[in-house]
């Protein structure tokens, strides 16, 4: 594969996860956890939820750095990118889901979420195999594995990070917000999708 259509691929990936999340958002039954901690920040601040995500993945890249991680500034000036355009992206799909149609019955929720789910686990099985440069919470975790030594434990600080920041930003608002069923759904399901996904669509290494 030519490394010019990997890079489309890798972009698409980033919009597709990007999609997904803006319709768990709008199905609001619960997001993706660092989706759900953004929610959380825009609620308390006049931060949108894309703004949000940015904020919070400079966090878990400063983060990184703290534990020890080292990159170069131009994989820290990509992951950035990457972040930015993530987050746009995010704000862009969720206005013309405002704009266009907000299920409010719960049978239209769960569509949403049933629709969502998938394609963030699309989105990230194609952005895993390309892996040109990680989203600032991948990296996040990836030192955490480190720090701890063990792949189970880091991943589950990584995760347990962004559900204490939407858990104390739920307690300022006395609501709770961003973390649902459609949660713990997406934590239970998300990694037999990218699994599946990525058996479907495999994407070699070699680049031509």
Same mark, same amino acid.
């Given at each position: 594969?030519?490394?010019?259509?990997?890079?489309?691929?890798?972009?698409?990936?980033?919009?597709?996860?990007?999609?997904?999340?803006?319709?768990?958002?709008? !199905?609001?039954?619960?997001?993706?956890?660092?989706?759900?901690?953004?929610?959380? @920040? !825009?609620?308390?601040?006049?931060?949108?939820?894309? @703004?949000?995500?940015?904020?919070?993945?400079?966090?878990?890249?400063?983060?990184?750095?703290?534990?020890?991680?080292?990159?170069? %500034?131009?994989?820290?000036?990509?992951?950035?990118?990457?972040?930015?355009?993530?987050?746009?992206?995010?704000?862009?799909?969720?206005?013309?889901?405002?704009?266009?149609?907000?299920?409010?019955?719960? %049978?239209?929720?769960?569509?949403?979420?049933?629709?969502?789910?998938?394609?963030?686990?699309?989105?990230?099985?194609?952005?895993?195999?390309?892996?040109?440069?990680?989203?600032?919470?991948?990296?996040?975790?990836?030192?955490?594995?480190?720090?701890?030594?063990?792949? =189970?434990?880091?991943?589950?600080?990584?995760?347990?990070?962004?559900?204490?920041?939407?858990?104390?930003? =739920? @307690?300022?608002?006395?609501?709770?917000?961003?973390?649902?069923?459609?949660?713990?759904?997406?934590?239970?399901?998300?990694?037999?999708?990218?699994?599946?996904?990525?058996?479907?669509?495999?994407?070699?290494?070699?680049?031509?």
């Amino acid at each position: 594969m030519s490394q010019q259509k990997r890079i489309i691929i890798y972009l698409f990936s980033i919009l597709i996860n990007a999609l997904g999340n803006s319709f768990m958002v709008t !199905a609001a039954i619960g997001s993706a956890p660092w989706t759900s901690a953004s929610e959380a @920040l !825009a609620r308390i601040s006049p931060l949108t939820v894309g @703004l949000a995500i940015v904020v919070l993945h400079v966090f878990a890249l400063i983060s990184a750095l703290l534990l020890g991680s080292r990159f170069s %500034w131009w994989t820290i000036l990509l992951s950035f990118s990457l972040v930015v355009l993530f987050g746009t992206a995010i704000d862009f799909f969720l206005s013309i889901h405002q704009l266009l149609y907000t299920p409010i019955a719960l %049978w239209a929720r769960i569509l949403y979420m049933v629709i969502g789910m998938p394609l963030i686990s699309l989105g990230l099985a194609l952005y895993l195999q390309i892996g040109f440069v990680l989203m600032p919470p991948d990296y996040l975790m990836k030192s955490l594995i480190s720090r701890f030594k063990s792949t =189970s434990i880091g991943a589950t600080v990584s995760l347990a990070i962004p559900f204490l920041i939407a858990s104390i930003l =739920s @307690l300022v608002e006395h609501e709770l917000i961003g973390i649902g069923v459609g949660t713990f759904v997406f934590l239970l399901l998300n990694g037999p999708l990218i699994e599946f996904f990525q058996k479907t669509f495999p994407i070699t290494r070699r680049v031509t």
